[in-house]
């Protein structure tokens, strides 16, 4: 099995390129940073590019000027501004102090974060003319993250996962959540105990939405055989599929 992966680069266009040449040219699994950025370059990869666009600017702006709300930020104060922050000193957050009521606070503040508008996450799934898996990932990242974030795509069986043996998933949503369960991992190795596509990835979003009831999210689960399934939580998820047999590419729903 090959891993390869690149996270928080800048002014590089091409990540999933990057992450290729970890996989093919290195023996590390993931790359960060500055230091990403200068390895894709070192590798021949086109860099410097500004990735801002007209709207990106706009819509940075315009959180701007609503004192930088929403935000990833919790338990710091000033709450209603760009900052910088501080901790709250009502909180030892030192000791982990944190009431129920306070994280379910959190919970459902953060399902107003995460939507069809505010993340851009695509994972794709291959099977090749000689029945081998491969799948690859790519995500600009949450909107308003804090600087710094990496989120689920670049984590090995968190928003994608393949076994040539088994099959593969590929997962969007609230991937600060999601990566704390591997969904895709977790797809994967249900199947190899069995499990049909559907139930498999049913089950994977359970899991996660018995801790977190209010997240976002969704998988899509294809077996070696091409039987493909997906589930979702929060939102209705729809996902493609092509192959020799279809004229073209076809678009199915899942509902929560």
């Given at each position: 099995m090959e891993v390869g992966a690149v996270a928080a680069m800048r002014y590089m266009k091409d990540g999933i390129r990057a992450a290729r040449l970890?996989?093919?040219?290195?023996?590390?699994?993931?790359?960060?940073?500055?230091?990403a950025s200068a390895f894709a370059l070192s590798m021949g990869l086109p860099?410097?590019?500004?990735?801002?666009?007209?709207?990106?600017?706009?819509?940075?702006?315009?959180?701007?000027?609503?004192?930088?709300?929403?935000?990833?930020?919790?338990?710091?104060?000033?709450?209603?501004s760009c900052g910088p922050y501080h901790p709250r000193d009502s909180l030892d957050l030192t000791k982990g102090a944190c009431s129920k009521a306070k994280l379910?606070?959190?919970?459902?503040?953060?399902s107003s974060l995460i939507g069809l508008h505010n993340h851009d996450t695509?994972?794709?799934?291959?099977?090749?003319?000689?029945?081998?898996?491969?799948?690859?990932?790519?995500?600009?990242?949450?909107t308003y993250k804090i600087p710094g974030r990496v989120g689920d795509g670049p984590i090995a069986g968190s928003s994608a996962y393949a076994d040539d043996e088994i099959g593969a998933c590929g997962a969007t949503g609230d991937g600060d959540i999601?990566?704390?369960f591997l969904p895709c991992?977790?797809?994967?190795?249900?199947?190899?105990?069995?499990?049909?596509?559907?139930?498999?990835?049913?089950?994977?979003?359970s899991r996660i939405a018995r801790k977190?009831?209010?997240?976002?999210?969704?998988?899509?689960?294809?077996n070696k055989n091409g039987k493909h399934a997906g589930a979702c939580h929060g939102w209705t998820f729809q996902?493609?599929?092509?192959s020799q047999e279809m004229d073209d590419v076809e678009v199915f729903t899942v509902l929560p």
């Open positions: 970890v996989m093919q040219h290195t023996k590390h699994t993931l790359l960060v940073g500055e230091q860099g410097s590019t500004n990735l801002s666009s007209s709207e990106s600017l706009g819509k940075w702006s315009k959180w701007k000027e609503n004192r930088c709300q929403p935000n990833f930020w919790q338990n710091v104060v000033p709450i209603n379910m606070e959190t919970i459902e503040s953060r695509i994972a794709m799934a291959v099977i090749d003319r000689m029945g081998h898996l491969a799948v690859g990932t790519s995500t600009n990242g949450a999601m990566m704390r991992y977790q797809v994967v190795e249900s199947m190899r105990l069995g499990m049909e596509p559907k139930l498999a990835a049913k089950d994977a979003i977190f009831p209010d997240f976002v999210g969704a998988v899509f689960a294809i996902y493609s599929v092509r």
